[in-house]
Structure formats: C-alpha cells, structure tokens
C-alpha cells in the first residue's frame, strides 16, 4: 500500500491569514489530486497535478507537486472563512484510477 | 447534470442486524466506487466496478460485505451482519473511466451507526 501522510492535522486560522498544507509519502505517484471536503458531504475534487516540480494556481490556493512526485502541497493566500473544510490529498495507484487517500488536514478559518 | 445520488442519508442500526445503501452514478460514468470513511480518515477504497464487473475488492471484508452493480449503472453495498467497527460514512463515487482524468465525483455518503 502506497501511503500518504498529511502534517499538519488540523490547522486554526484567523481570516486573511496564510496557510500551508503538507502530503508526503515515499512511493513516487503518477499523478496526485487535492480534494476538500465539508461536513455532511463527499469530497469534491479541487485539482490534479501531474508533472513533477508543477505548479497549479487556483484562485487564492496554489498547490505544487514535488519534483520526485512523492509530495506535494496546497498553499491558500488570505484564508477567507469558506475555506475551511477537510482538504485530503489521494495519490492515483493505478491505471483503473484506484485512489490511495491520505488522512485529511482539518483546517478552520474563523472570522 | 445531475450529481452522485446515494440513499439513505442516515441509517442507525443495532449490531448483528444487516443494511443496504444504494447509489446511483453520473449518467454514463462507467466506473463506480465505494469508500469506507472512519471520523478523523480519509476515505478507504472498498470496491470498484468497471461497468458491471469488479476491478479491485481487496479491502472489503467480503465475510460480511457485499456489493453489486448488476446493469453496470446503479449500485448497493450491503452488510450482514454489521459490527460496531462498521460505523462511519460510506460514500459512492464515480468517475468516466481509464483514459480520463481519473477525476471522481462524490455523493453525499450514508452516515452509518452501529449501536
């Protein structure tokens, strides 16, 4: 099994504060996703990153695959309040899309 | 285009009693999945369908789980009999198939309690 950890696991902020989730692992994936989630819903797909060292922007959240591909990070530029959710990272294991997902980093940003 | 659909939203049960969820995919998505997500984790792989036929169910305790997905759209999970260890979400996925993306699409998940 192809684990991925994800540091911090929980993470409060103020609004308009910055902030940086981690997702490590130390088997080389083909391409990972970033997915959040709320309470009471499934997780909704926020990007995938494909090639090492690539850098995707997404509005205020900027997430950065690892030049090896066994890491990467979500970066989100002056948390706003809707932003806060469980942000789990899944690596894609096999050539069917079999996901492997990490444990999440809860992260609240309160007004 | 209309989301993932699972049902029921919420089910309580006593231990040793069985239950079934029942998700319907995207239109046209020919792979479905079922996770198992325990609060605090991230959500674990219990099987996958490929149209109708089974491409990975090697975390599914297949002593007490079942799954099908018999004209390759709609899909049920069931368990007999259910532990206190089976509470959690299980949420339904699917997504187009190999040669996409492999972007997945959730529905809202069934939150199971197992008193």
């Known amino acids: 099994t192809q684990l991925l950890e994800q540091s911090p696991q929980f993470l409060s902020i103020q609004e308009g504060e910055n902030l940086t989730v981690y997702c490590n692992s130390s088997?080389?994936?083909?391409?990972l996703q970033w997915y959040r989630q709320e309470p009471g819903e499934g997780p909704v797909l926020l990007v995938t990153?494909?090639?090492?060292?690539e850098v995707k922007k997404l509005k205020r959240l900027t997430f950065q695959f690892g030049d090896a591909r066994k890491d990467s990070s979500l970066h989100i530029t002056a948390a706003q309040t809707g932003d806060t959710g469980l942000y789990l990272c899944?690596?894609?294991?096999?050539?069917?899309?079999?996901?492997?997902f990490g444990a999440g980093t809860q992260v609240v940003v309160t007004p | 285009e209309a989301g993932v659909a699972q049902s029921p939203r919420y089910k309580i049960i006593e231990k040793r009693q069985s239950v079934a969820f029942w998700c319907n995919p995207i239109?046209?998505?020919?792979?479905l999945y079922w996770y198992q997500q325990i609060l605090g984790q991230g959500p674990k792989l219990l099987i996958q369908?490929?149209?109708?036929?089974?491409?990975?169910d090697s975390q599914l305790p297949k002593d007490r789980f079942s799954a099908e997905r018999l004209k390759g759209v709609d899909s049920t999970l069931k368990i007999q009999p259910a532990k206190l260890e089976d509470s959690a979400v299980y949420l339904c996925?699917?997504?187009?198939?190999?040669?996409?993306?492999?972007?997945?699409?959730f529905g809202p998940g069934t939150r199971l309690t197992v008193t």
């Open positions: 996925a699917s997504s187009l198939g190999p040669g996409g993306n492999y972007e997945q699409y």
């Open positions: 088997s080389v994936f083909s391409s």
């Open positions: 990153v494909v090639t090492g060292g």
């Open positions: 899944a690596g894609v294991v096999d050539s069917w899309g079999k996901l492997q």
């Open positions: 239109s046209g998505h020919a792979t």
């Open positions: 369908f490929q149209n109708n036929g089974v491409v990975d």
